[in-house]
């Protein structure tokens, strides 16, 4: 009857919020300073309230320079990375086709590193996000892409269940567009220590 059918609907609609306030279980942290990037995430891997994975490699190096930081189910994130990093290989080995010694690894835009994890992202439903960062001929450039491809350019970004914590951190430091790689570093590893204290799931 109706009711029954109301309350189905009901119990559908907590699962689901259930779902959704799981832990992410990771803490990605990035500053940029000046000449580049600092780029760092804590290393545990968990299925509900499991460590699948103590020692889990969530950073991926897309290009030379370019590195991502994934968050969210890490084999989404993992695939994701692997796929635009050989598009991105591909690009610059058909740029360099003529030649008699293409290069064994290739630098790349930043944005156009952006613009291939957000094609993957929006071409099926994943369920991870990434943090870029990277130095082409404009500079150092700091990404956040959501889930659904949504990105922001920022001096400093967090992503994950333990990102409140790191993003505060990081705004605590004061890093600004001069700061030494040592200082960004710095700030960008007791964010991610921090983001750990903060967050069960992470470690």
């Known amino acids: 009857d109706a009711s029954a059918r109301s309350s189905m609907r009901l119990l559908r609609g907590v699962a689901l919020a259930a779902a959704a306030a799981r832990t992410a279980a990771t803490t990605l ?6 000449g580049g990037v600092a780029l760092g995430a804590d290393s545990r891997a968990t299925q509900d309230g499991v460590v699948a994975d103590a020692f889990c ?7 030379d ?9 890490a084999a989404d994130a993992d695939e994701v990375a692997r796929l635009v990093a050989l598009d991105l290989r591909s690009r610059r080995l058909g740029e360099h086709a003529c030649d008699a ?3 064994r690894a290739a630098n790349c835009r930043v944005a156009e590193a952006a613009g291939l994890v ?3 992202l ?5 369920g991870c996000g990434f943090l870029l960062g990277g130095v082409d001929s404009r500079g150092a450039c700091l990404l956040r892409v959501e889930p659904d491809g949504a990105s922001t ?9 333990g990102q409140m914590a790191a993003v ?16 960004a570093i710095d700030a960008v590893r007791r964010a991610v220590e921090a983001g750990v204290r903060g967050d069960t799931g992470s470690g």
Request: with cysteine.
């Open 122 to 126: 929006r071409s099926a439903p994943l």
């Open 57 to 63: 490699d969530k950073l991926h190096k897309l290009a």
């Open 153 to 161: 350019n920022s001096a400093y970004a967090s992503m994950g269940s």
């Open 168 to 183: 505060a951190t990081l705004e605590a430091s004061r890093l600004g567009p001069d700061a030494s790689r040592s200082r």
């Open 29 to 34: 942290a990035a500053a940029r300073f000046s």
């Open 118 to 120: 957000t094609a993957r």
């Open 65 to 73: 320079n370019c590195w991502a930081g994934g968050c969210g189910a």
């Open 101 to 103: 010694a293409a290069p």
